[in-house]
């Protein structure tokens, strides 16, 4: 009677806890399946940039569906593109969306929805950043040849800065992207470079600006090359915001050549330039302490080169440069010098009015023949030009 009673218990706490145990694999079972669902379908699409040169990046997560319904988040300087089976459905600009059949004409086109339009759906969604991508260099590798006015065929290098950013999110997609999920700037910006310095050349080229004027116009030739090659960028979706001209180079001997071309204009008289330069090398060879009967020898030989020096720059004009022949030997001598420095006799313009000799200025008589060159009118006593026949002063006829 024990037994039987022992054995009753027993089947009643076995049928309890093979009941409770059931019930908790159903639990756990439901909890698991409510998990696995809520895992499957997304409910939140969104994109926060932490970096800055990310240009596309790919919301991807493995095995994971959309939900019909959920909430499409795309932020100011973003888009979104839904791409199905290889095909873009939809693109989103700014704002908050709700994914529904209104919200998505396309994408509702292109699926059958054989399970209503609740069921989710698997599409490939790509956030395109659309801000300025700014500060991006360019240069030329190789040197821009160009006529110049000034200089002939010069040499010229140029290097600036420029910012781009999408302009078309679906055409950009299309024709740069492709399948890749991640796309920085750095990755199409040795095109850009290329193309922007092939603008820029052809402009250079072309431009009748001389080169002296091209610093002062490099707004100009910016925003020519913006125009210039703005369909280049367009033709892949993107858009030349800016772009400006830091400097244009010319050769290191060409600057040479137009540093020496800016001290001639900052002397201004040569001859003036020439005395102070002579004078300045006298004073230092005369401070030089060096001895000897050799030094004394380099010193007297450099006095007598400078005096030389001096004397010729003595004999140079004030201005201009004009010269004449001295009657005598015929040495070109600087007009306005007093003598000659081929034969040293005193230099002038008049000649004697008896042998036709030149006499100094304002000499009395000649001193070849010694026939004097004024005469005074014997009525008012003024000075008659020599071989004048009336007086210039009182008009009396000479004797």
Avoid at 86 to 110: C, H, K, W
Avoid at 190 to 208: C, P, T
Avoid at 248 to 265: A, F, H, N, R, Y
Wanted: net charge neutral; proline share 5%.
């Amino acid at each position: 009677m024990i037994y039987v009673h022992f054995k009753y218990e027993v089947g009643i706490w076995y049928e309890n806890n093979i009941k409770y145990i059931y019930k908790q694999r159903k639990v756990m079972t439901e909890m698991g399946l409510m998990n696995f669902i809520k895992g499957q379908f997304i409910d939140v699409i969104e994109w926060v940039d932490t970096t800055t040169d990310t240009m596309v990046w790919k919301f991807e997560r493995k095995g994971n569906e959309i939900k019909m319904g959920a909430q499409l988040t795309v932020r100011e300087s973003q888009a979104a593109i839904f791409v199905n089976e290889g095909q873009i459905a939809d693109v989103f600009t700014p704002g908050r969306y709700e994914l529904s059949t209104q919200n998505m004409p396309i994408m509702t086109t292109l699926k059958s929805w054989k399970y209503g339009f609740n069921s989710p759906f698997k599409a490939d969604v790509y956030f395109v950043n659309t801000k300025q991508f700014t500060n991006r260099k360019w240069g030329t590798a190789n040197p821009i040849i160009r006529r110049d006015a000034d200089f002939g065929v010069v040499r010229l290098r140029a290097f600036g800065i420029y910012s781009f950013k999408v302009d078309d999110p679906a055409l950009f997609l299309k024709e740069i992207l492709g399948t890749t999920p991640d796309f920085t700037a750095g990755e199409i910006e040795g095109q850009l470079k290329r193309q922007l310095v092939s603008g820029i050349s052809d402009s250079l080229a072309e431009s009748s600006i001389p080169v002296l004027d091209i610093a002062m116009n490099y707004d100009e030739l910016g925003e020519e090359a913006v125009e210039t090659l703005q369909p280049r960028f367009s033709a892949i979706g993107l858009k030349l915001v800016s772009l400006y001209i830091e400097n244009v180079s010319l050769p290191e001997e060409v600057e040479k050549v137009l540093d020496k071309k800016t001290q001639m204009g900052v002397v201004g008289d040569m001859g003036t330039y020439t005395r102070y330069q002579t004078a300045e090398a006298i004073r230092d060879a005369a401070q030089n302490e060096g001895g000897g009967t050799a030094g004394a020898g380099v010193g007297l030989g450099a006095g007598v080169a400078m005096g030389k020096a001096m004397a010729d720059a003595m004999n140079q004009p004030q201005t201009g440069g004009s010269s004449v022949k001295c009657p005598d030997c015929g040495t070109a001598v600087p007009e306005g010098a007093r003598f000659c420095s081929g034969c040293g006799k005193p230099f002038g313009t008049d000649s004697c009015v008896s042998c036709n000799k030149p006499i100094p200025k304002g000499a009395a008589f000649c001193p070849e023949c010694g026939s004097p060159q004024k005469e005074k009118c014997a009525k008012c006593g003024a000075e008659m030009i020599p071989g004048a026949k009336f007086c210039p002063e009182c008009g009396n006829k000479k004797d």
